[in-house]
């Protein structure tokens, strides 16, 4: 039944307070792929259609429209009907969430706090002890560079870069070991297959000179090795 209020209508019920109240279930039917093509629509005061909602009529993904003054319709949010995962920017999200920016000049993830009284922002990576948490980074469309954690690979209990194809560049071990080349550090700072380069100071005080100091804080006594710019010597103080 339909009832009428001082201009509002009710169905299914008799104290409408809005233009339109329902009371049961609302089926909206206009499957359509053509992005602004259809199902609700919500307007501004001069009905100017500024977003729709609607599904897609191929694969039946929900979709959120917007409308831009200058450029049209363009879908701003996708939820895939198969898996779930949800788009911005992109209608064919590839992850659980899918964020594609077309933008170099905008973010495309920002978070920021108005809380001034020790707030904290964290992005944070959970899951059982034995999977993989961790930030990729793409060069193009072929997966480059990973960071992460990772308790049951390479990563094993620690934080470290890794490459794709190549292996470990830097691991940051739970027992403060650090490895550069290496996932399995036997000491404090252990660099595999490879060499450091210690490149000379610019400063007077650093007499233009090459250097490698060990440092005792308890006593500010210092041990260096140094390569003297003016005399090619290697000294051992």
Known sequence: NAFYNDGNVGIGITDSYEKLSV????LVK???????GGGIYLATGDNQREWGIRESATN??????KYASGSGWQNALTIKNGNGNIGVGTTDPSARLDITNSSRDAPGVEI?????????LSIILSGPSNTERAIGFYDDSTLAWWFGRDNAGDAQDGLGFWRSGVGFSFLMKDDGNIGIGTSDPQ?????????VNITRSSSS??????????????????????LSSSYSDLVIA
């Not at 039946?60 to 429209?65: E, Q, S, T, Y």
């Not at 920021?112 to 904290?120: L, V």
């Not at 005080?205 to 140094?226: C, E, H, K, M, W």
Request: aromatic share 6%.
């Open 60 to 65: 039946k993904d929900f979709h959120i429209d």
């Open 112 to 120: 920021n706090t108005t809380d001034t009284s020790n707030s904290n």
């Open 187 to 195: 000491s404090k700072l252990h660099i595999d297959n490879g060499r």
């Open 30 to 36: 206009n499957n359509t792929d053509t992005v602004g």
């Open 205 to 226: 005080n650093g007499g233009q000179n090459r250097f490698a100091g060990i440092y005792d804080p308890s006593t500010n006594d210092r041990a260096q090795l140094v």
């Open 23 to 26: 009371a049961g279930n609302i």
